[in-house]
């Protein structure tokens, strides 16, 4: 969901050459990254450098053909900061690339019209007048989108949608005739436009506060493209530093793919608050794990449950962060990430101006894991904790290092109640399903063979590296990558839907 609160990675998804040809077959589309540091939800579609990166789709066309005959395209990812999609419009096909975001539903594209009159700042922005098959279906009345900071306004219209080999007829979307300043700002030339994802009350819609619209996902349901209303998500990370040309990820389409993810998938169902707009689940429980002391094998692991009072947590591939309740960050986990740390306490230094904790890159490998328990009606007790380590949530950039949280209050979004935003920091660890069936509810397991996206700055280089064994593996402790730009050097970015603030 845009929902930028200081400056933030985002992941963008972005599909490609895919095959099916059965409805029930699972078709993958890959995702290429965007490699670097974020704040709170810096948005693919508005990174504002793509310096050194070929992102035309033209370019892109690195096959891998799967066991199962699924054809899947491996994109290029640069420096961790967001993932692209690569979809088409029209009649003949336009490129656009874009962010494909669970936490919001509009869809919106760059319009040539508008970039020509320098009121959009879009890449491979969309010709209506070139497509065949475009219809104007405004009837005379505006859409607008309307973020915590900026907004686009445009006409709503239909095309033809391409993405991967999936030809969606009379798509809808808004295409756009103006970008307010700070949009404007961050699109930057960069991306064309964003796809939203969300719930919205699955197989039956719901209109929120934010109106309601028809996402590419639900029309391949209704239309019977795809006969299971389900997508899952699994978002890879880099232990590089610059371009890669491995994938970034895959969404797939109309299933789960198992060569994603290990162990079993736990399922949740959707948090009945909001109007059923999210991809939102009933939290639990939140627990700190001390890091296993090499030095000291046998030693016992020091366990700290928290006291989380009833909350939700939303699941939003637009977020770069986490975002937490700043009651609960600032009164119950920095002090047991502190409290749990290996030998002594970290210090960790919350900066006020921009949110975020920074953290001595050489004390990060000291600090402990952070374990999370969801649940809901239906939902047997006891359930596993879903746990992310210090190489999952400690980011760096070129001064140092800093956690991959951000204190945010989102009670409104759920009706009163805390809620947490996991955004790629989780998102990369955990391996996510979206289905739209069962009443509406999301699955979770662990990813399996996702790289590490944590480095250490080259000013901490001469940090002794040591194993350090998590709760699924012993890896390697972080190699170099060069900073992608200060969090204080980025742009406040604070893309949060007006349907959180109602």
Request: glycine share 10%; aromatic share 10%.
């Amino acid at each position: 969901m845009p929902l930028l609160a200081s400056i933030l990675m985002v992941a963008c998804l972005s599909a490609a050459n895919a095959q099916t040809t059965q409805n029930d077959r699972l078709v993958r589309l890959s995702i290429m990254k965007n490699n670097g540091i974020a704040g709170t939800e810096y948005t693919a579609m508005r990174y504002a450098n793509m310096e050194g990166i070929d992102v035309h789709p033209d370019h892109l066309n690195f096959n891998r053909v799967a066991a199962s005959g699924v054809s899947s395209l491996f994109l290029q990812n640069y420096k961790d900061a967001a993932y692209y999609a690569n979809i088409s419009f029209g009649t003949p096909p336009q490129a656009t690339i874009v962010q494909i975001d669970t936490g919001s539903a509009a869809f919106w594209i760059g319009s040539k019209a508008c970039n020509v009159a320098k009121n959009c700042n879009d890449l491979y922005p969309f010709d209506s007048t070139a497509s065949s098959t475009f219809k104007n279906i405004s009837n005379g009345k505006p859409s607008n989108v309307t973020y915590g900071a900026g907004s686009i306004g445009g006409i709503l219209s239909t095309d033809v949608m391409t993405w991967g080999t999936f030809q969606i007829p009379n798509q809808q979307f808004i295409l756009t005739d103006f970008e307010d300043p700070t949009i404007f700002y961050q699109q930057n030339g960069s991306v064309t436009g964003l796809v939203g994802f969300a719930y919205q009350g699955g197989l039956n819609p719901s209109i929120s506060a934010m109106g309601y619209y028809q996402t590419p996902i639900y029309t391949m349901v209704t239309s019977g493209m795809i006969s299971n209303p389900i997508f899952s998500m699994w978002l890879n990370g880099s232990t590089t530093g610059g371009i890669q040309g491995t994938s970034g990820g895959e969404v797939i389409i109309g299933g789960v793919d198992s060569a994603h993810y290990v162990g079993d998938i736990m399922y949740y169902p959707i948090a009945n608050v909001s109007k059923n707009y999210f991809w939102m689940i009933e939290m639990t429980g939140v627990q700190v794990s001390s890091t296993l002391d090499v030095n000291n094998p046998t030693a016992s692991l020091k366990v700290l449950p928290l006291n989380l009072t009833a909350s939700y947590g939303l699941m939003d591939s637009g977020t770069s962060l986490i975002t937490i309740d700043p009651n609960f960050y600032t009164l119950q986990l920095l002090p047991a990430l502190q409290a749990n740390s290996l030998r002594k306490p970290v210090p960790l230094t919350t900066d006020l101006n921009t949110g975020f904790t920074r953290v001595s890159c050489t004390d990060a490998q000291r600090l402990p894991s952070i374990g999370i328990t969801f649940g809901g009606k239906g939902v047997a007790p006891n359930q596993p904790f879903f746990e992310i380590t210090w190489q999952d949530y400690v980011l760096s950039d070129e001064k140092g290092c800093y956690l991959g949280f951000q204190a945010m209050n989102m009670k409104n979004t759920g009706e009163g109640k805390p809620v947490w935003i996991f955004g790629d920091v989780y998102l990369r660890k955990i391996f996510t399903v979206y289905d739209m069936g069962n009443g509406g509810r999301v699955g979770l397991a662990y990813a399996a063979n996702t790289a590490k996206p944590f480095g250490v700055p080259v000013s901490d280089q001469a940090v002794a590296q040591q194993l350090v064994e998590t709760g699924n593996a012993t890896v390697a402790s972080p190699t170099k990558r060069g900073g992608a730009g200060s969090v204080s050097a980025r742009l406040l970015w604070f893309l949060l839907p007006l349907l959180a603030w109602f």
